[in-house]
């Protein structure tokens, strides 16, 4: 028995792991057509989100505001909340994975509005904390000039300083 | 057990290696960006959204390669990252063709030598992960130079790794030794350069350095899992040689937590029966048979106590252990039954498509949470294999799609109502908007054309004096008026007194003084009736303007979306049954092995009841033996004491005859405190 005992053992030390009673030319052939479709699918999604873009946010009325921290080092943010011609349009709460995009360089595209051409207060506000807890929140207005192409906005939240950026794209 | 342990501890590694994100920050202290695209789809890359962060770089990469001027777009300073981005997204999608297509692209491309050589890397690493080594030693073959210095460990570790694959251990070894002390690299360089220093048959350097790493300890607990990896791999290997004496500290040195501790107290106590040391062997094992029951190394235990228990003369307390393990082991086919039946019931695939579990860290385990769902413990192992890996995710990309396309097609309903609202909104507006419009069209035409006359005769005044052109309108009537009788006068000379002569010369000359002498006055006035004229020509401009982009706006609204919408429709409908096709064959692999899986334990589990109960019964026979040994034993001591004529001491405990005390209880030597201070020394 004890010669059975340690053979199990040994078996069980040495697991591995490894498809059991598929074919290896299945696995690849199913593979790649899951690779097909996976590329068809993008493709779909692409011109569907344009379609989607065209029909909902033409471009004569179309003004994107966009949210990245320029100094990310010992920040996290928490939310971000965009006033837009008096009226609260985004309120945004962040997650873990947000916030490393964040600071890792990434632009959160936080809101998509409709507006005429003209001139469109914003009021922005943002909370967070740093490295250390200690709180941190900010708020900053800017006039939204919407001529006649699409309107994209960059809200730059210079992190523990309190500042905000805009800039016009 | 070595070599096939080697292959899956070094995946493992190697895989949790291929987890460090590839993709680059972007330095915005430094005003790195200049595309604001390219870093919203960076933020979606970040987050590990592969598929949304794939369609956004393939939409600006696709908008980049149809301008006239590329080089003008500020896009150009992301080109070259998006192209390997879109490369390493589409690897971690598992899009490996299209990944090393988009690779090949840019080594095929007229690019610097540096980014070639990067592409090179990428694409060997893409074979790599194919299971082609041969293909990616090629691609690692087309680099000359150095590459970029960030990627520069990868590549030599790489490199090193697909050496190794191929069987030139000693080549690996060399660039492992030169890697060491790469930071992110720290860990897995040592590990490979064991493995290489065992595989190229320098057994003691091979050991020294693996026994090096498993002395490292760390609150990283995927460090810390290296770690107790390489004890338990050298452990087993010692063990396996003979070498009892020096495998037990491998397997001490393993953290009790950790994911490798229910096999390293198995191996530990493995290591103290083979050298007939049972009551040490009971000290690890008893502390595992007190863990979870759907550990394989625990089901082990279950049986192992007794045994050594056995081994100890314990029958009684081996008899009570081995009923236990049967207690278990029948609990455990019971539930081993009961899972495969639920996954033949489709529960397993409908727990994998549950979008809470992408949520949970754990995830595998939590899916046993959900009603009828298979005991996921059990598959545990067979979920952390490659193999597996890539089906489940394959099996829940699919769903993804489908739900995604599922959603589309409902936003195109919604597109379609949309339309119609807007159609019947503007279309009874349109004509009465577009008679204004051509009556706009019409006032704009004349002042245009009348602003252009007048300017054109400004234009001349400007060169040639023409006063007469600045005439009001009375003063153009008195000229002609003045004209008209000169003319008649000339007519009928006779009929003209000097007098009438001098006068009609008096008022030709007052009309000609005054334009010319307010000629200047009268051409700047002009000036500025022509610039107030064309403000107001530029007004009316903005008015057509303004309505030609808001009556293109509105039919732009509505037409031209019934083809485009019912094409995408058709392509979403045709996609969907291959999806669903597809993940019938994946779900159908992922339940088969699942079942398999479930099967071989329970058959084990099975073959373990069997055992158990002979077991059981041969300690029965051993104890029972016993006690009738004893039994006699204490009828000679009683007859011997009468013989003596010495009366008994009733209250005294009596010796048995083999020096055994009866097995009331574990003992002492054997408690767990005992164990616990045994093995922390």
């Known amino acids: 028995m004890s010669r059975i005992l340690i053979l199990t053992a040994l078996m069980l030390l040495a697991s591995v792991g490894y ?13 790649e057509q899951i690779q097909d479709v996976k590329k068809d699918v993008i493709n779909l999604t692409a011109e569907l989100s344009q379609l989607e873009e065209k029909l909902l946010f033409p471009s004569n009325t179309q003004a994107s505001f966009f949210v990245s921290i320029t100094e990310p080092e010992g920040f996290s943010l928490e939310s971000v909340e965009l006033t837009l011609d008096g009226e609260v349009v985004a309120h945004h709460l962040y ?31 943002y909370m967070g904390k740093t490295d250390s807890g200690r709180e941190v929140s900010g708020q900053a207005s800017y006039a939204v000039e919407k001529k006649v192409g699409p309107k994209f906005v960059e809200i730059q939240i210079a992190g523990a300083k309190s500042a905000i950026n805009f800039k016009d794209w | 057990m070595f070599p096939r342990l080697a292959p899956t501890v070094i995946g493992a590694a190697l895989a949790s290696l291929a987890s460090i994100p590839a993709a680059i920050a972007i330095d915005r202290s430094q005003d790195d960006l200049k595309d604001l695209f390219f870093g919203a789809a960076m933020y979606e890359a970040y987050q590990g959204e592969h598929f949304d962060a794939i369609v956004s770089l393939d939409t600006e990469l696709a908008q980049y390669r149809r301008l006239d001027q590329p080089e003008l777009d500020p896009f150009t300073a992301h080109y070259g990252e998006a192209e390997f981005s879109v490369g390493d997204l589409e690897l971690s999608y598992r899009m490996h063709r299209e990944a090393g297509r988009a690779i090949e692209a840019v080594l095929k491309g007229d690019v610097p030598r540096p980014v070639r050589n990067e592409a090179a890397y990428r694409l060997a690493r893409i074979h790599y992960h194919k299971q082609q080594p041969r293909n ?70 091979g050991i020294a350095e693996l026994t090096a790493l498993g002395k490292r300890s760390s609150s990283d607990s995927a460090k810390q899992a290296l770690y107790d990896k390489t004890n338990l791999m050298l452990g087993s290997r010692l063990m396996e040689a003979g070498e009892l004496e020096l495998a037990r500290p ?15 107290l198995l191996g530990a106590g493995w290591v103290e029966a083979r050298a007939g040391r049972f009551d040490r062997a009971l000290v690890p094992w008893k502390m595992l048979q007190k863990r979870k029951h759907t550990n394989e190394a625990v089901q082990e235990a279950l049986l192992a106590v007794p045994y050594a228990y056995g081994k100890l003369n314990v029958h009684s307390t081996a008899a009570v252990n081995y009923g236990h393990a049967l207690d278990v082991f029948g609990e455990e086919v019971d539930t081993l039954t009961a899972s495969i039946e639920s996954i033949r019931e489709g529960k397993f695939l409908e727990a994998l498509r549950r979008k ?28 952390a ?117 001098a006068r009609v010369q008096r008022l030709e000359g007052i009309l000609h003084w005054r334009l010319a002498t307010e000629y200047d006055a009268r051409l700047t006035e002009a000036y500025k009736h022509l610039q107030e004229l064309n403000t107001e020509i530029g007004e009316l ?62 058959a084990r589990l099975e073959s373990y009841q069997i055992k158990a109960r002979f077991a059981l019964a041969d300690s ?41 005390p009866l097995p009331q209880d574990t003992p002492p030597e054997l408690e767990p405190d005992a164990a616990g201070e045994e093995a922390a020394q």
């Open chain 2, 385 to 501: 294999s490659n193999d597996y890996q890539e089906f489940l995710r394959n099996y829940r990309d699919l769903n993804d799609l489908h739900e995604r396309n599922a959603e589309w097609l409902k936003s195109l309903r919604a597109f379609e109502s949309i339309i119609a609202e807007r159609r019947a909104y503007y279309e009874p507006l349109l004509p009465g908007l577009d008679e204004k419009f051509r009556a706009l069209d019409a006032r704009i035409k004349l002042r245009t054309e009348q602003r252009d006359t007048f300017a054109q005769r400004i234009d001349q005044m400007l060169v040639t004096r023409r006063p007469e052109h600045l005439a009001k309108t009375q003063e153009r009537e008195s000229l002609l008026r003045v004209q008209r009788i000169r003319a008649l006068l000339d007519r009928q000379p006779s009929l003209v007194s000097e007098e009438t002569k």
């Open chain 2, 620 to 660: 029965y026979d051993r104890a029972h033996e016993l006690q009738e040994q004893r039994a006699d034993q204490r009828r000679i001591e009683e007859y011997q004491s009468r013989q003596a004529e010495q009366p008994a001491t009733q209250d005294k405990p009596e010796p048995s005859a083999d020096g055994e």
């Open chain 1, 19 to 31: 498809a059991q009673d598929v074919s290896r030319g299945d696995i690849r052939g199913l593979d």
């Open chain 2, 136 to 205: 990616a030693l090629h691609a690692l073959e087309m680099i000359e130079g150095r590459v970029p210095e960030r990627v520069r460990a990868r590549e030599q570790f790489l490199r090193a790794r697909v050496y190794m694959e191929l069987g030139r251990f000693s080549e690996a070894v060399e660039l492992l030794e030169d890697l060491q002390g790469e930071e992110e690299l720290d860990g897995f360089v040592e590990y490979n350069l064991g493995i290489a220093l065992l595989k190229a048959g320098e057994q003691a350097e």
């Open chain 2, 541 to 602: 401009q903005q008015v057509y303007n303004s309505y030609v982009r808001s009556r293109q706006a509105a039919t732009h609204s509505y037409v031209g979306y019934d083809d485009t919408i019912r094409s995408l429709r058709a392509r979403i409908e045709q996609v969907q049954p291959r999806i669903e096709r597809l993940m019938a064959r994946q779900g159908a692999m992922l339940e088969q092995m699942a079942i398999n899986e479930l099967e071989g334990r329970r």
């Open chain 1, 95 to 125: 997650t873990y994975r947000e916030i490393e995009a964040l600071q890792k360089g990434g632009v959160q595209k936080i809101h998509v509005a409709n507006v005429q051409s003209g001139s469109h207060p914003l009021q922005v506000r």
């Open chain 2, 356 to 383: 809470e579990a992408d949520q949970v860290k754990n995830w595998v385990v939590t899916l046993r949470s959900i009603p009828g769902a298979p005991e996921t413990h059990y598959l545990l192992d067979l979920m």
């Open chain 2, 250 to 264: 491998y397997f001490d040195r393993v953290h009790l937590e950790g994911p490798f501790s229910n096999r390293a």
